[in-house]
């Protein structure tokens, strides 16, 4: 069955602590994609990624990071620099750039 | 960038069409209207695309108008299944950077 897949589903951050947020995709797609939703609101961009290796800024990035060593594969580290990290954080992926974009069941992440 | 306004809430009786309105008034020719839809604590679910012509697959029917200003998304046989927020975007390019920007979309209820 090909999709989209993220983990854990439920995740829990201690202040001062660093979490990363898994994103995997079996569908050979070239794009993969982080969204932030906060509740009542719509999605805001985190980071995207083209291609392997190569990963792009969105609209809040500031206190998350990525990485895209495989093109599978695209986690996102929520640091402790992120002052407001309780959300619900969406994984996309799209076979190109500008092509429809497939998302993931979600994660949502509370702060303790 | 195309704003797209659609109705903050619906109501549709189970088993009728639900026909969910998207007002695109400044949409540009090479932007496409996409339909997603959310249901509670769940990803995204890509519903259809559209740049002019009307469409049509297995889950909805977009009609579009003309002039390219306005579109409706029609579930032909409501279930209540159905019953989520519905989001109508114009996809946005720039420079590379193709990112989803949903509004607040409308909640459609299915009633029994």
């Known amino acids: 069955d090909g999709g989209i897949t993220q983990s854990p589903k439920y995740l829990f951050r201690k202040e001062g602590q660093n979490v990363t947020l898994s994103c995997e995709q079996n569908l050979n797609h070239d794009a993969m994609y982080w969204y932030r939703q906060d509740p009542g609101q719509g999605l805001r961009l985190i980071y995207y990624s083209q291609i392997v290796n190569d990963f792009q800024k969105g609209d809040i990035a500031e206190g998350y990071s990525v990485s895209r060593e495989k093109k599978e594969s695209f986690p996102l580290t929520v640091t402790s620099a992120q002052k407001n990290p309780t959300a619900f954080y969406l994984c996309a992926s799209s076979i190109a750039r500008q092509e429809t974009q497939y998302f993931g069941p979600g994660t949502r992440l509370l702060v303790l | 960038d195309a704003k797209t306004t659609q109705p903050p809430s619906m109501d549709c009786a189970e088993g009728r069409a639900a026909n969910l309105p998207c007002n695109h008034s400044t949409i540009s020719g090479n932007e496409y209207v996409y339909w997603y839809r959310q249901i509670h604590s769940q990803g995204p679910q890509y519903i259809i695309h559209g740049l002019k012509n009307n469409e049509t697959n297995e889950m909805a029917s977009l009609i579009i108008t003309e002039d390219r200003k306005s579109s409706t998304l029609i579930l032909p046989h409501a279930t209540l299944r159905d019953t989520a927020v519905y989001y109508c975007?114009?996809?946005?390019?720039?420079?590379?950077?193709?990112?989803?920007?949903f509004g607040t979309g409308t909640r459609l209820t299915i009633i029994p």
């Open positions: 975007i114009a996809l946005i390019s720039n420079f590379g950077n193709e990112k989803l920007t």
